[in-house]
């Protein structure tokens, strides 16, 4: 497997099965469906219930309203990643976090710095080029859409290795790789990295 044949596209409502069939039967992570950081912590305990129903309304509500809340790689017509990219003003987890928000100097209402708060990779497909190609086109996709600038929230490895679960917002050295910078660290492992696009 090559990084060179994978192929990103956003998800549109055309490719909503494609989301569907990628994500599985548990919406990717414990029914998730990549809404965490888009919820307050109610609202998603509530989306949770009855196997993720609301959290996969919630996704298919934002892919039907047209505003594409992640890219997916593809290899051939097989959806083999996620990633989560979008207005920073989307994920309110991020503006409420002690640990991510914007600081002070910066204008959390800011719509044209972005985020990338997620990636889902299923576990044949890590360690592929999967979630660099995704990082990548993540990259583009938001200065294509009039992004300044793009902040990510990864963990800081030090090099060793963690569970997958433990990485889903990515690793630092993935994004440094990418030309991020880390600009903040309000706790050990958990920098918060931007590229000015």
């Known amino acids: ?11 549109t ?3 909503w099965q494609d989301v569907r069939r990628l994500f599985g039967p548990s ?3 414990a029914n998730c469906w990549c809404t965490w950081w888009r919820q307050s912590g109610a609202e998603f305990g509530r989306g949770i219930e009855k196997s993720g129903r ?3 309304a919630l996704l298919h509500s934002l892919t039907e309203a047209g505003s594409e809340p992640g890219l997916m790689a593809y290899r051939g017509d097989d959806p083999i990643g996620w990633i989560s990219v ?3 003003t989307e994920y309110g987890r991020v503006l409420r976090s002690p640990m991510l928000r914007p600081s002070p100097e910066e204008a959390a209402g800011d719509t044209s710095a972005w985020s990338v708060v997620c990636f889902w990779l299923p576990r044949g497909e890590r360690r592929h080029g999967v979630g660099t190609a995704l990082l990548a086109a993540a990259v583009q996709h938001a200065r294509d ?4 600038t793009l902040e990510g929230y990864p963990i800081d490895t030090a090099g060793g290795r963690r569970a997958p679960a433990g990485i889903f917002t990515g690793t630092l050295a993935m994004f440094e790789r990418a030309g ?16 000015t696009l």
């Open 1 to 11: 497997m090559t990084e060179d044949a994978i192929e990103v596209r956003p998800l």
């Open 13 to 15: 409502r055309d490719r």
């Open 27 to 29: 919406g990717a992570y």
């Open 54 to 56: 609301g959290n996969r």
């Open 86 to 88: 979008g207005p920073r």
């Open 145 to 148: 859409r009039g992004a300044r």
């Open 180 to 195: 991020f910078t880390e600009v903040a660290r309000r706790r050990r492992e958990r920098p918060i990295v931007r590229l």
